[in-house]
């Protein structure tokens, strides 16, 4: 299975989407043949109608099967009651041939913070138990905080409890975004991805626009990161999620992944 993971698009008409990058990411994308682009929420700036219908109209660029979850940002100025009409369901399970991937919406109206709470926790442990596929997690905020983004303020507010239910069911892939920086981990038996910004102007420092494509075999996880300036590929972490072992770039920097 192959996932396109994609994240804060970020579709205005101010200074935060960059059409041109946009456009070329599209290309990019369309050439990936993923199984399913994931996009972890911000498809807006401000939840306005206008910048909901200007993402619905450029989403209709990207080829295959969307599944998306909405952001801080599609929660601004009564976008939380926009993104269902526009988008669909906030919260989710889909079942597919070889997994349950289960969407979440962690943004709160107004609020850069996010939380799930115990409805959410519900539905994680329900995804979990519906047969015996794999299950992948997908939200916009972070369970953890990630470098390179700045000072700390946004891992949703019950991190702890949405944590201890991941590792504790050794769900082996959860996906993220929200902070403009592509990252992975590996805690426990549990891959934590992060997607970078795939069209706002607001890259942080050298990291530029970037997509992942998550490969998933039968035991293993294979993560690449897309530079859509660079148009280039490299691949940022190997999981064989039955044996436990990782190979991180970030972290492992003798090793050839």
């Not at 946009?22 to 109608?49: H, M």
């Not at 909405?70 to 601004?76: A, K, L, Y």
């Not at 009651?81 to 289960?102: R, S, V």
């Not at 494509?213 to 035991?219: Q, R």
Request: proline share 3%; hydrophobic share 35%.
């Amino acid at each position: 299975m192959r996932i396109a993971h994609i994240s804060d698009v970020h579709c205005n008409y101010g200074t935060d989407f960059n059409n041109k990058v946009y456009e070329r990411a599209v290309k990019i994308l369309n050439k990936v043949d993923a199984d399913i682009v994931f996009i972890s929420g911000d498809l807006t700036t401000d939840g306005l109608i206008t910048e909901y219908e200007y993402a619905e109209e450029k989403l209709k660029e990207i080829e295959g099967k969307l599944v998306i979850v909405p952001g801080n940002h599609d929660e601004r100025n009564l976008g939380w009651k926009l993104f269902p009409e526009f988008f669909g369901e906030t919260d989710f399970i889909h079942t597919y041939d070889e997994t349950n991937l289960i969407g979440l919406a962690s943004s709160e109206p107004d609020k850069d913070n996010g939380r799930l709470g115990r409805g959410r926790h519900k539905l994680i442990e329900q995804g979990i138990r519906k047969n015996d596929k794999m299950t992948i997690i997908g939200f916009h905020h972070h369970v953890v905080p990630v470098p390179n983004s700045g000072r700390e303020t946004n891992i949703i507010d019950d991190a702890g409890e949405t944590l201890d239910i991941i590792l504790k069911n050794k769900v082996p892939l959860v996906l993220m975004g929200h902070r403009h920086v592509p990252w992975a981990v590996k805690i426990h038996k549990t891959l934590l991805v992060n997607a970078g910004t795939f069209s706002c102007n607001r890259t942080r420092a050298r990291f530029g626009n970037t997509f992942n494509i998550i490969d998933i075999n039968d035991d293993k996880i294979e993560v690449t990161v897309v530079n859509i300036g660079k148009e280039k590929q490299k691949k940022m972490i190997e999981f064989d999620f039955e044996e436990g072992s990782c190979k991180n770039r970030y972290y492992d920097s003798n090793i050839d992944i």
